[in-house]
Each structure stands twice: as C-alpha cells, then as structure tokens.
C-alpha cells in the first residue's frame, strides 16, 4: 500500500463523505484543514496526521492511521481512521439536536392554543 495518498480520495474511501466529488468539493471551499491551514483535494495525506473536517454544525477531527485509496466497508474503515473530537464539540451537536425540535417550519403559522401550552409547559412559564 502507498505511504501517501490524496486527501479527498482518503475522506471517500474512510466513508467521511459519501462521494469523492463532495470530499473535492469540501476541500475547494476550505472546509478540511491539516495542521491549522486549509488543503486542497490534490494535498499528500500520510499516517499520524489530524485531519479537521468541518460539517455543520461541528467540526470532526480525525487522526489517520494508515492510507487507504479505494472505499471499504464501515468495519474496516475503522482501522484507518481514529476519532479524536474533542467531548465539547460533541455538546454542541447534542444541543443543536435538543434544539432543533422547539424551531417550527417556515410558513408553519402561529402555534395552536394546544401547541403554546405544550411550549409553556416545557419552558415552565
């Protein structure tokens, strides 16, 4: 196996991203970083590197473990790939998701008389 490969193909092939073209794509916008500075997809990825892939709301942080260039199966990914988020970014995904029920549609209206009493009863006014 190769000592380095590309950055977009690695994020594809350790299931970061669903297709080659979006781990490209998040490169090009500046939304994968390695050592504080933001990498092209042609950027040499190698062993013992943190990799920093900003997703909304959060931003993963991975340290790679071996190079890979094709895509593999989940269970496999993980010998390629270690996880080292810190727990504080994890908070924040926990927040947005209790978050994100209380935000209503757009164009969804008032709230029912039933679905303000709901609202009051959780925030307890």
């Known amino acids: 196996m190769a000592e380095s490969v590309r950055i977009d193909k690695w994020l594809w092939a350790v299931r970061v991203f669903k297709t080659r073209s979006q781990a490209t794509e998040a490169c090009k916008k500046g939304r994968v970083v390695i050592e504080d500075l933001p990498v092209k997809p042609s950027r040499e990825v190698h062993p013992g590197e943190v990799v920093k892939v900003r997703k909304p709301p959060l931003t993963i942080s991975l340290k790679v473990l071996a ?33 994100n029920w209380i935000s209503r549609d757009r164009g969804a209206g008032r709230p029912t008389k039933r679905e303000r009493r709901k609202l009051d009863d959780f925030f307890d006014f």
Do not use: W, Y
């Open 67 to 99: 190079v890979a260039d094709k895509r593999m199966s989940a269970k496999l990914a993980v010998d390629f790939v270690e996880d080292v988020t810190p727990p504080e970014e994890l908070e924040v995904l926990e927040m947005q998701k209790q978050m």
